[in-house]
């Protein structure tokens, strides 16, 4: 990008007004103006491409042409935007066409839960009905996990940043390894088996566990396919709920509508959020199996939890995945992120790592973890708008729309290794 900031933007009013919390502005610091697609632009006309797509909630780009048009024309139709969880018009759509495009493929009866507006909502409502439905409280999560900053979601998240937030004492979660946490040579689901068997182990059966098939704020770490089976045929044995947080991972992020849906499971309760929005619009389910949803009326609510705007642009965005071009329109970038991600690692091999990541989410970790932020600096500073993510942050994220066109992604791809080109130029003078 030919980016020519003459001055630095004013950021006052966010410095004085909003809370010290603030955290993607001090990466990224211009004010944005507009977006379409890939592409930000911010007051002063500079242009930006979008390698972050909202944290995974822009999965269909900015400001999409065609999902635009039914938000626009129902808001001048006076459609109801606000509605608790009543029947509206809208809402009905997007449930027929959920199950029509989504689930029947697949062969599932999942209920359609409709627990709040974000992803954490999602989570929440997950864990506790699987200790409603088992009678059970631990919940055996992962190493690394993120699942949400609400004190629930918090209890399964890794990192002990977030952790500390909370304020309080985080209980009723197991930590196991996550698949490949002790390198290749260690079957972590052999060490998770033995101690749910061993009766002297100290771990108690938990009512569900909750796992990632791709760790995108932990790190971009991958579960093989095999390590998801396993996983799924111990919560059968143990009586286990199996509950897939696919919030930053669904949609379509990985190459097909779920991130497991090539494993060839069926978890007990789905979460999604971000991208199932359509727009970037706050919506979020959990799907559960029949035989779960056992709530009383009203036992779990939200004042936002029908957000009748999201179920309109949902419902677009199903159009995606009503055949098979979509998802080979995103293998077909995967598969151009990957070409440079190998040649970048292989070209600074005492820089990078591994490439990690699946689908149009992946990523370089770095040696010394205080590089992949310091890339993601000069990336901006070139156009270029990119996260970390990892326990330390070592891992520089390439996450841009699905729909980006092909000639953005390769200039964003040019703007990112010309980046680690004068990374590495850094790294040699110091």
Known sequence: MNNQVMEKPKLDVFDQLESEVRSYCRSFKTVFHKARNAKLWDTRGNEYIDFFAGAGALNYGH???????????????????????????????????????ILKPRGWDH??????????????????????????????????????MSLGSLSVTGNAFKRKGAGVELSHSVFMPYDGYFGDNVDTMAYIEKLLDDPGSGVPLPAAVIVEAVQGEGGLNAASRKWLR?????????GMLLILD??????????????????????????LSKSIGGYGLPMA??????????????????TFRGNNLGFIAATEALAYWENDQFRRDIHSRERRMRLTLERVSEKYGSMCGEVRGRGMIQGIAFRKPELAGRLSEL??????????????????????????EMNTLEQGLVIFENSVDKLAAEEVKS
């Open 63 to 101: 400001n999409n042409a065609k999902i635009r048009k039914k938000l626009v024309d129902y808001l001048l139709e006076d459609g109801v935007t606000h509605s608790l969880d009543m029947a509206t018009e809208a809402k009905e759509t997007f449930l027929t066409r959920f199950r029509e495009v």
């Open 111 to 148: 209920k359609v839960m409709f627990p709040g507006p974000t992803g954490t909502n999602a989570v929440e409502a997950a864990l506790k009905i699987a200790r409603k439905a088992t009678g059970r409280t631990s919940i055996l999560c992962f190493t690394n996990a993120f699942h949400g």
């Open 230 to 238: 396993r996983l799924e045929r111990l919560c059968r044995s143990k």
């Open 246 to 271: 696919d919030i930053q991972m669904g949609c379509g992020r990985t190459g097909s509508f779920f991130s497991f849906d090539d494993a060839g499971i069926e978890p007990d309760i789905i979460c």
């Open 285 to 302: 389910l959990t799907l559960l199996k029949p035989g779960i949803d056992i709530w009383e009326p009203g036992e779990h609510n939200g």
């Open 379 to 404: 990336a901006f500073e070139s156009g270029l708008i990119l996260e970390t993510s990892g326990p330390r942050g070592e891992v520089a994220k390439l996450m841009p729309p699905l729909t980006i």
